[in-house]
């Protein structure tokens, strides 16, 4: 390894400048919220608003039980293909690309087209919406959730840790729930961090099927206040950070190319 | 070598209960497919139809021809520079960064902390980046006022607008070049130490290393994740949204507009512009894929 020259230093302390200031910059607006004195005035009247605890809270619940189908979806269908239907697999990596290919607005056009008039009516009450909602959240976290899974199930001897448990007696839903699960703990865990990350900060598909989510309460709270919106800004930062931070204590020892990123917003 | 002959003993017989059983086997991947089908192809499939259907159902070009009023092409024409612009310089800006954490010597606090900068920045967009930045350098912003106390300056004067093409460039790329970082470090890393050593062998400086061997190596994952960076920001709207509120007509936009209330006064109009969408992101994946399909030759 060479000595560090002028260059790179002066390409990460600008890289460092970028990356900061706009944090910077937001903490010391949300400080701002009393005249003349700093103080964090801002966080507690953010976090006070009824509105806020409500939106974040469906947000949460949302994510929490996107988490579960995609766990439900993914897990199974990525087990049984290693397992038994290995010539599937450019399939299925193909369909958990698409989200990519379809950007979150067009995606929400197309649900919307399909599951707004009979047969299926689904955006007419808010449960059936919250329904459409949550399976748009599990197709846009789909890229991530199903390499986490992917990756986990390759390190690990799915065929013999399969065939230990059938000789022991083990049925399917046993084996999965029982045998698969604990031993990619880790790669699920990462998956559902990340797709925490994504549900909270999602605006296009709560915006447009019109649900009380987080992003959508931001986004208006922008044009009404100044100061909560700052708090709020540096408490969905500190979120995510804790959201990559944990998936990257968790997978130490992945390689780079693994590591966690969400696709346009 | 017990291992070893026992899974040669197994693995015929587990193929005679794979094959005994084959049809069964496909009844497990059922309830993906159908959630596939029924969440993703067939709305986006149901776009399709709608392109090339008029208000009354019956088959139509109209549609696809329309995207050429320029309204339309207008909108286009400005996601697609601001997605150019933020991909070549989000790309050239993050592979100097990778380059300076990964071979340009630096400790190695500084590649952990971009890293792990990098993975939560590519992750933060939408409405909190388009407030940071608002909170930063908008009228009011933080670095605004600092300018303004300090050296007298009003960097409104000088014709910077936040809310422009300029200041939405500057909003992407917090997004974009963290994304080419992550992607191109493990790339940078791949290089041999021997090529570099064989090049200085034969008598080659550092230019001609990097013009002749470096550089043509990386550069199908340069092109590939440029291309990427690309359709990263052709498809994204939360941050120009919270942004502009919606006052620079991106296709994105455009097509946000059209969901609330046919803006265009044509439905299937609005679904051509959303296949028109489609098209330009799986060109862009198709050729990220691409690329990096050719960078595996040398860097694996």
Known sequence: ????????????????????????????????????????????????????????????????????????????????????LPRLRPVIELVTLLPFVIPAIVLVFGLI???????????????????????????????????????????????????????????????????????IRTALLSGAFLT?????????????????????????????????????????????????????????????????????? | MAQIAQQETQSPALAGFARGRFSWAWVGVTPFFIFAIAFMILPAFSLVTGSFQDRQGNFT???????????????????????????????LFGFLLAYAVTIGGLPKFARNSLMTFSGVASNFAGVPLAFAFIATLGRVGF????????????????????????????????????????IISPALEGLKHEWREAAENLGANSWQYWRYIALPVLLPSLLGTMI???????????????????????????????????????PGLGYALALGMVVVMAVSIAGYSWMQRKTERWLK
């Open chain 2, 228 to 266: 990427l960076l690309f359709g990263n920001s052709f498809g994204a709207f939360a941050t120009a949204y919270a942004l502009t509120g919606g006052s620079l007509n991106l296709v994105t936009i455009v097509i946000g507009a059209q969901i609330r209330g046919d803006v265009l006064n044509n």
């Open chain 1, 196 to 265: 925490f990350a994504i549900v909270i900060g999602e605006l296009v598909l709560a915006n447009f099927l019109a649900r009380p989510a987080f992003a959508p309460y931001l986004a208006l709270l922008i044009q009404n206040r100044a100061y909560e919106p700052a708090a709020l800004t540096i408490v969905s930062f500190a979120l995510t950070w804790v959201c990559i931070g944990l998936i990257q204590i968790l997978g130490r020892g992945r390689t780079d190319q693994d590591r966690a990123f969400t696709g346009p917003t």
């Open chain 2, 143 to 182: 670095l605004t006022a600092l300018f303004k106390t300090l050296f007298g300056l009003d960097i409104y004067s000088t014709g910077f607008n936040l809310y422009s093409f300029g200041g939405l460039s500057l909003t992407y790329m917090y997004f974009q070049f963290p994304l080419m970082v992550l």
């Open chain 2, 61 to 91: 070009l109209a549609n696809i021809l329309g995207l050429s009023q320029p309204f339309i092409l207008n909108a286009y024409w400005l996601s697609i520079r601001i997605s150019l612009v933020t991909a070549i310089c989000g790309g």
């Open chain 1, 1 to 84: 390894m060479r000595k560090a020259g002028f260059w790179a230093w002066l390409w990460i302390i600008l890289g460092a400048i970028y990356f900061l200031l706009p944090l910077i910059g937001t903490f010391m607006f949300s400080l701002r919220a009393r005249r003349d004195t700093l103080s964090f005035a801002a966080y507690s009247s953010a976090f006070s608003d009824p509105q806020f605890i409500e939106s974040f809270g469906f947000s949460a619940l949302m994510a929490g039980l996107t988490i579960i189908v995609s766990l439900v979806l993914i897990v199974p269908t990525a087990y049984w293909v290693q397992l038994r």
């Open chain 1, 113 to 183: 087209r399909i599951y707004s008039r009979p047969p299926l009516a689904l955006t007419g009450n808010a449960f059936t919406t919250n329904i459409l909602l949550i399976a748009g959240y599990t197709v846009l976290s789909m890229p991530y959730m199903y390499r986490a899974v992917d990756t986990g199930l390759r390190a690990i001897d799915i065929r013999t840790l399969t065939e230990a448990a059938q000789s022991l007696g083990a049925g399917w839903p046993t084996i999965v729930i029982h045998v698969i699960f604990p031993n």
